[in-house]
C-alpha cells in the first residue's frame, strides 16, 4: 500500500511556481521521499529524492517538514512540457517497497 | 547513456492468448524491475530480479505470468494465457545496487502497452 497521500489535481500557471505537497505521516527513519513524474504515455521519470535536508536540482526542489511528515516538490517555473502526474514515494534504503499510489495531475496552464 | 529499452510498444491480443515483453535494462544495473499499470493508477511492482535472481515476486500472479532474466542483463515477462484485466501498460525498470545493499534510483523504460480483446 501506498505510503504517501497527494492531491489528485492541480492546476499552475506558465511561468509560475509549481508546489506539490505529499503527505506521509507514517515514515520512518531510514525512509527516503522520492518524486517521479509520468508524462502522458512515458515511463515515469525520476526527479529528486531526500532524506531529511532541503534538495535541489536542476528539475526541482524537494521541501521535507522538520518531522518529515510531509513534504513539497516546487518546479520553480512551471512550462507546458511539466504536465504530468506526478508520484511522491517513500522508500527504505534497502529492499524494493516502491509503492507509487495514484500522484497529482498536474495541468500547467499558458 | 541508453535508457531501459523494451518492445514491443503496442501488442493486441485476444483473451486466452500468449504474450511476450523483452526489456533491456541500463548498462550496468544489476537489478531490474516489472511494473504493471492499470489505467489511471500507479504503477505496481510485479517482480524483482537482482542479477539473474529473483528478489521478490509475491505480487506475480504466478498461474499466469512468468519472468525470467537468464544472463543477469535482459528480462522477459510472459503472460499465459491472458485474460481481459490484464489490459495495462508493462514497465521495466533498472537500479544499481550500491555497497551495503541499497538500490539507487529506479530508471523507467516506455512501457509495453498491451490490450486484451
Known amino acids: 500500500d501506498a505510503k504517501t497521500t497527494q492531491p489528485p489535481s492541480m492546476d499552475c500557471a506558465e511561468g509560475r511556481a509549481a508546489n506539490l505537497p505529499c503527505n506521509h505521516s507514517?515514515?520512518?527513519?531510514?525512509?527516503?521521499v522520492y518524486w517521479y513524474r509520468q508524462i502522458h504515455s512515458q515511463g515515469p521519470q525520476y526527479i529528486i529524492h531526500?532524506?531529511?535536508n532541503n534538495e535541489t536540482n536542476e528539475m526541482a526542489s524537494l521541501i521535507i517538514t522538520e518531522d518529515r511528515k510531509s513534504s513539497t516538490l516546487i518546479l520553480p517555473h512551471a512550462t507546458l512540457r511539466d504536465t504530468a502526474v506526478y508520484y511522491c514515494?517513500?522508500?527504505?534504503?534497502?529492499?524494493?517497497?516502491?509503492?507509487f499510489g495514484t500522484g497529482t495531475s498536474l495541468t500547467v496552464i499558458p | 547513456e541508453a535508457g531501459v529499452a523494451q518492445s514491443p510498444r503496442y501488442k493486441i491480443i485476444e483473451k486466452r492468448q500468449s504474450v511476450a515483453f523483452w526489456c533491456n535494462p541500463i548498462?550496468?544495473?544489476?537489478?531490474l524491475y516489472w511494473y504493471q499499470q492499470i489505467l489511471g493508477q500507479g504503477p505496481k511492482l510485479l517482480i524483482q530480479?537482482?542479477?539473474?535472481?529473483?528478489?521478490?515476486d509475491s505480487q506475480l500472479p504466478k498461474d499466469r505470468f512468468s519472468a525470467e532474466r537468464l544472463k543477469g542483463v535482459d528480462s522477459t515477462l510472459k503472460i499465459q494465457p491472458a485474460k481481459l484485466e490484464d489490459s495495462a501498460v508493462y514497465l521495466c525498470?533498472?537500479?544499481?545496487?550500491?555497497?551495503?545493499?541499497?538500490?539507487?534510483?529506479?530508471?523507467f523504460g516506455p512501457g509495453t502497452r498491451l490490450l486484451v480483446l
Open positions: 525498470a533498472s537500479s544499481l545496487v550500491l555497497a551495503g545493499g541499497s538500490q539507487e534510483t529506479q530508471y
Open positions: 507514517t515514515i520512518s527513519g531510514n525512509e527516503y
Open positions: 531526500g532524506l531529511k
Open positions: 514515494i517513500v522508500r527504505p534504503l534497502t529492499g524494493n517497497q516502491f509503492y
Open positions: 548498462s550496468g544495473h544489476a537489478t
Open positions: 530480479f537482482q542479477n539473474n535472481g529473483v528478489v521478490d
